[in-house]
């Protein structure tokens, strides 16, 4: 069966320090990875997805960015955190390769436990 | 881009009351999720329901894609339900990789 691993789970950063979240998924082959952020517990916002290694799409412009080294790992980074960087960071994943020209998708998001991050 | 709203924002009932959760959606879906967000965080999958109904023990959902919209019913609440619940859908229009659009859900609280 799929599994989904993020860690960590809760991080406290100073304001300018770097950040690494990191996102694996185990027992499928090129997912669809999502990575979304959820402020004050309502509400998720779509960050960044990828349909393949290398290939990131940002939905919102940001102090983040994203990266997939490899077929099953999603990664979010910083180079400098701003306090508004703070929230629930939530990885995920769907079964890839299954859109057609006409948009059909039929397959579910699973999500990560998700990472608290606190920037002081 | 589609639109979710759901309602109501917040629910409080006794152990033992039934609920029902709406979300209306702006657009044609290909994909609707309801999820429970427990109270560490994590969300868990209720239902995948672009359409029809579906039942699983006390929960049920009934997705009207015609009409769009999507109901969650909770029968027999447990103070285990409490948490938020969310809707979430994928727009039909275009090539949406799955990208869910989330509602700003439902905050449930039972009471024993």
Same mark, same amino acid.
């Given at each position: 069966s799929q599994t989904i691993h993020q860690w960590p789970a809760t991080l406290v950063q100073p304001v300018g320090s770097p950040l690494s979240l990191e996102c694996t998924v185990e027992g499928t082959s090129n997912p669809n990875l999502y990575w979304y952020r959820q402020a004050a517990g309502r509400g998720l916002q779509l960050l960044f997805y990828s349909v393949g290694i290398g290939q990131i799409s940002s939905e919102v412009p940001q102090n983040l960015s994203a990266s997939r080294p490899q077929d099953r790992q999603f990664i979010l980074s910083s180079k400098k955190l701003l306090l508004s960087d703070s929230g629930f960071y939530l990885c995920a994943w769907s079964v890839g390769g299954l859109v057609s020209q006409g948009g059909s998708y039929n397959s579910p998001l699973h999500f990560g436990n998700g990472t608290r991050l606190t920037v002081t | 881009g589609i639109q979710v709203e759901q309602s109501p924002p917040d629910l409080i009932l006794q152990e033992g009351a039934n609920s029902t959760l709406r979300c209306n959606f702006s657009d044609s879906v290909n994909n609707l999720q309801w999820f429970h967000q427990n109270p560490w965080g994590q969300l868990i999958n209720l239902f995948y329901i672009p359409s029809g109904t579906k039942q699983n023990g006390r929960l049920s959902a009934t997705t009207v894609a015609t009409e769009r919209y999507s109901l969650l019913y909770i029968s =027999?609440?447990?103070?285990?339900?409490?948490g938020v619940y969310f809707c979430a859908v994928v727009g039909a229009?275009?090539? =949406?990789?799955g990208k869910l659009t989330f509602g700003q859900g439902t905050i449930l609280t039972v009471h024993p």
């Open positions: - | =027999s609440s447990q103070t285990t339900d409490s229009g275009g090539t =949406s990789y």
